[in-house]
Structure formats: structure tokens, C-alpha cells
T-cell receptor
């Protein structure tokens, strides 16, 4: 059973469109992380959100942590082919991380 | 670059044979992790280590064992490989701020 549920599982959009990926849990997390993974490589951390209601921006990517610290979202504005990849959310669990199943994003040129 | 290497990067083996994957880090991080990644499941923790000779099970540890005799090396062993263990295996270390994990490049294992 995954502690973190991601939706949608797959997203295919045209270059220039916007997209949102969701990460939900019934558990409260002290923080949530978002990773991006490109084919043939390991995941790489994009951002950590710590405070309920927090919004962080990374160029065209906007990350939000829910007020109750049970959910998070990733919004990409004007997506580009370079945004293609697998996006994973993760929450701390003792000294481990629990990962969502991931959202595969494909941005078509 | 967190200085994590994995070997081999690709391996094909037959059912019933033992397989050992190696993770090597250069920065003396205390925590190391082994995950497997399968479509639709994200990353699932197999085993982790919190120091030399200190290891513990993750959520999918059946059929796997680990050893850590030196800080820099964390070995994952499939005692008798099965086709269900065909997967991509990632090693990670816990470092930097908070709970951040840094991942190696992965090992693709195919069990025939």
C-alpha cells in the first residue's frame, strides 16, 4: 500500500501547455519532496516543501504544500520538451523516504 | 554529484543463480539505501543501512540480503534470482539538508 498517491499516472501534452501533478496522502508529513527522473538515470531532487501552505517556485515549476501537510501539487507553466520525465513525490518516514508511484510527463514539440 | 556509483550497470542472469550488486560512495555518508523500481510502483525500499554492519529491512526485502563492511560500500545480494526480481535497482545515500536522498545511476537486471 502506497502512503502517497500520485495522479495522474500519465500526462501527455503539447509544448506550451500547462500541467498539474498531484500527490495525496491520508497521513501528515513533516515535509514533502519532489524528484524528477529522466530515462536511464536516477531521480534528482527538485524541491522540498516544509511548511503547510508553502508555495515554492523553480523557474516555470510551482510547488505547493497543502495546509494540512497531507498533499502537494506540482504545476508546470508553458511546458517544454525538456520537462519530459517521471515526477515522484516522497515523504520522510523515520530515516527513510516513502515514494509515490510517479507521474510520467511527456511534452510533445 | 554525490559520488555514487553502481556496478554492474546491466546484468542478465538465469533463474536460480546468485547475483550481487554493488553501491559505492565517496563521501562517507552514514545512511545508504537499496530500491527497486518497477512500472506503476515507483521506488520501493528493499533494505537500508545506518552504519557499518547496521542494516534493516524495507518494504520488499524478501529474497534479498545486504551487507555493509565498509562505510563506502553497500552490497545487495539476490541469493537465488527469480524472474520477479527483474527490475531496475537504485542505490541512494542520505545527505545534505533534511531528508534529501541522492541516487546512483541504477542497475538494470534481467532474470531469465
Amino acid at each position: 500500500t502506497q502512503l502517497l498517491e500520485q495522479s495522474p499516472q500519465f500526462l501527455s501534452i503539447q509544448e506550451g501547455e500547462n500541467l498539474t501533478v498531484y500527490c495525496n496522502s491520508s497521513s501528515v508529513f513533516s515535509s514533502l519532496q519532489w524528484y524528477r527522473q529522466e530515462p536511464g538515470e536516477g531521480p534528482v531532487l527538485l524541491v522540498t516543501v516544509v511548511t503547510g501552505g508553502e508555495v515554492k517556485k523553480l523557474k516555470r515549476l510551482t510547488f505547493q504544500f497543502g495546509d494540512a501537510r497531507k498533499d502537494s501539487s506540482l504545476h508546470i507553466t508553458a511546458a517544454q520538451p525538456g520537462d519530459t520525465g517521471l515526477y515522484l513525490c516522497a515523504g520522510p518516514n523515520d530515516y527513510k523516504l516513502s515514494f509515490g508511484a510517479g507521474t510520467t510527463v511527456t511534452v510533445r514539440a | 554529484d554525490a559520488g555514487i556509483t553502481q556496478s554492474p550497470r546491466h546484468k542478465v542472469t538465469e533463474t536460480g543463480t546468485p547475483v550481487t550488486l554493488r553501491c559505492h560512495q565517496t563521501e562517507n555518508h552514514r545512511y545508504m539505501y537499496w530500491y527497486r523500481q518497477d512500472p506503476g510502483h515507483g521506488l520501493r525500499l528493499i533494505h537500508y543501512s545506518y552504519g557499518v554492519k547496521d542494516t534493516d529491512k524495507g518494504e520488499v526485502s524478501d529474497g534479498y540480503s545486504v551487507s555493509r563492511s565498509k562505510t563506502e560500500d553497500f552490497l545487495l545480494t539476490l541469493e537465488s534470482a527469480t524472474s520477479s526480481q527483474t527490475s531496475v535497482y537504485f542505490c541512494a545515500i542520505r545527505g545534505g539538508l533534511g531528508e534529501t536522498q541522492y541516487f546512483g545511476p541504477g542497475t538494470r537486471l534481467l532474470v531469465l
